[in-house]
């Protein structure tokens, strides 16, 4: 079993800066990832971390603006977000997957443990 637990979320304007960190107790698991659902909107992965080889994938529209870090020591996935915009208005989830992430993002059915959410709005 795993649990996450997300913080770091909050409210900015456009060009501002988050860092969301997700605190992850138990089992351990190769692909560890951060999805956002917006209203009216499907669940997406903006980015996502391959634990045993440390490789990172990220959705186009964060692509140069977010990056996911691990701290192994704490057990703890971060997701650095830089020039926010309305766009990215969403409630940010941590995921993990117990085997590795492949080559692609992974999709909305496949992790096997989520967190609670944490609320990122940015104001225009």
């Known amino acids: 079993q795993v649990q996450l637990a997300e913080s770091g979320g909050g409210s900015v304007q456009t060009g501002g800066s988050l860092r969301l960190t997700c605190e992850a107790s138990?089992?351990?698991?190769?692909?560890m990832a951060w999805f956002r659902q917006a209203p009216g909107s499907e669940r997406e992965a903006v980015a996502a971390l391959d634990t045993a080889r440390g490789r990172t994938l990220y959705a186009d529209s964060v692509k140069g603006r977010f990056a996911i870090s691990r701290d192994n020591a704490k057990n703890t996935l971060y997701l650095q977000m830089n020039g926010l915009e309305p766009e990215d208005t969403a409630m940010y989830y941590c995921?993990?997957?117990?085997?590795?992430?492949?080559?692609?993002?992974?999709?909305?059915?496949?992790?096997?443990?989520w967190g609670p959410g944490t609320q990122v709005t940015v104001s225009s």
């Open positions: 995921a993990a997957k117990i085997w590795d992430c492949g080559r692609s993002l992974p999709r909305d059915n496949e992790p096997d443990y």
């Open positions: 138990g089992d351990t698991t190769l692909c």
